[in-house]
């Protein structure tokens, strides 16, 4: 396994983040989650938009929910 990030595990962490919507976030995601899949590597993703939970409707990447936002304020309780 190639280490991407200078550790000794091999892990890295890629995000797909902006506030508007329909710019291809979750499209971009899935696209680099399959390719990291083919290859066997281990991904996990989570959609942690609060508006429309697009990369959540990919089954095929069990992407999990993210609920941060708590009456408009992010709820530190749920990163932690």
Do not use: W
């Amino acid at each position: 396994m190639d280490n991407t990030n200078g550790g000794n595990d091999g892990c890295a962490i890629h995000m797909s983040l902006q506030g508007k919507g329909g710019v291809g976030k979750s499209l971009a995601s899935s696209v680099l989650a399959q390719y990291f899949m083919a290859r066997g590597r281990a991904v996990r993703c989570i959609d942690a938009d609060p508006v429309n939970k697009t990369l959540f409707q990919y089954r095929a990447l069990e992407a999990k929910p993210l609920q941060l936002l708590q009456d408009g304020a992010i709820d530190c309780r749920a990163i932690s």
